[in-house]
């Protein structure tokens, strides 16, 4: 399959269809259109302004407010899923079921039962590609590669405890952030808060550079809401807006993890890794400060840091993240690459935070 996939590249683009017009359907939409190895063939939207003005701005020929046409296109090699999240599961599984590659944005799921319906559909299509968006932020930009080499090396020793934390003070999806998207904190439209929105990323980029080979023995969580009139007043909040986790894993690993889309107090984003032999403190996305401070011993036992400055010059922003995912997702059609998250690590990270929601 991959062969023939490869053969057919090079007579002809690969077809595909973007689902949800929306934020970032229009980021995907971008990067689509620059990938030369594209025809961006199909876009679809229920909103009908939203689509009629995606599909003007960008000349897409063939556009529609039913899925099914999009899917069930015979020319149609794949697709991505940015809708909300509560329609991933039907509509992925749909996709896959006939027979099309499929991205799906964050989260790819919704809840445990959807998450072992989703494993059982992937493993009966082992032809197809099937990815989640977990990957964007986290794995395919520069710094997790040299954070991760950093950590290969030895330099830090046996790493013990990663502490992760990112407070801020209303940047809520859905209000503050994006207010079009009001599904953004109603549970059972967006499965959760900033743990579920942003947790993928941090548990795929912190989890990814130690090797993927730990495995969560406990779990204990706090989470908090109500903590500003709106919040506390609307009866559609019901969403963490502040979540403080401690996280068990084997191999003596402990991760505290903390993350408020509204609080009333204020932290960066900011990973510490404590190794037995040194440790790390840096910015893990790939917009923000490309610093990486190292702390060591000195051949004296005295203590020492270093600040290592990592290239981020063509890689630093934000849609230069949806370009790379993207191109992965290409890629791994094509036959080049082979996903770096498949489904079933996604889904091991997913349900460590359906643990906590």
């Known amino acids: 399959m991959r062969q023939l996939l490869r053969l057919l590249k090079m007579l002809h683009k690969l077809n ?44 897409i020929k063939y556009y529609t407010n039913k899925h099914s046409e999009v899917i069930l296109d015979e020319n149609t090699h794949a697709v991505i899923i940015c809708t909300q999240p509560n329609t991933h599961f039907e509509l992925a599984a749909f996709a896959i079921n006939a027979g099309k590659h499929v991205l799906v944005e964050k989260p790819l799921v919704m809840n445990n039962k959807e998450l072992i319906e989703i494993l059982k559909i992937v493993n009966s299509y082992p032809n197809l590609v099937i990815m989640d968006a977990s990957i964007r932020h986290s794995r395919l930009q520069p710094k997790f590669t040299s954070i991760k080499s950093i950590i290969d090396s030895g330099r830090l020793g046996e790493v013990y405890a990663i502490h992760h934390n990112v407070i801020k003070r209303q940047s809520r999806p859905g209000i503050e ?50 903590l500003d009139q709106f919040s506390l007043n609307n009866q559609d909040f019901s969403v963490e807006e502040h979540g403080i986790v401690m996280l068990e894993f084997d191999q003596n690993l402990v991760y505290y993890w903390e993350r408020a889309s509204n609080a009333h107090n204020e932290s ?63 890629d791994c059609i094509l036959g080049y690459q082979e996903p770096i998250m498949p489904v079933s690590l996604a889904c091991k990270y997913l349900n460590i935070i359906f643990q906590i929601l």
């Open 177 to 226: 952030y994006h207010p079009k998207a009001s599904w953004f904190y109603n549970k059972k439209l967006s499965g959760g808060g900033p743990l579920l929105d942003w947790g993928v990323y941090d548990l795929s980029f912190h989890l990814g550079i130690l090797g993927d080979t730990h495995n969560v023995q406990s779990v204990k969580s706090w989470t908090f809401n109500g």
């Open 268 to 330: 960066l984003n900011e990973t510490r890794i404590y190794g037995k032999k040194g440790g790390l403190k840096f910015n893990y996305l790939s917009w923000e400060s490309n610093k990486v401070i190292q702390y060591y011993l000195d051949k004296n036992g005295k203590a020492c840091e270093n600040c290592i400055m990592l290239s981020m010059d063509e890689h630093n922003t934000h849609l230069h993240d949806f370009d790379a995912l993207d191109e992965h997702f290409i």
């Open 16 to 59: 595909i269809g973007v689902i949800g017009c929306g934020m970032v359907g229009e980021h995907h939409i971008h990067a689509l259109l620059n990938n030369k190895n594209v025809n961006l063939k199909w876009v679809c939207d229920t909103d009908g302004e939203k689509l009629n003005r995606i599909r003007k701005k960008y000349s």
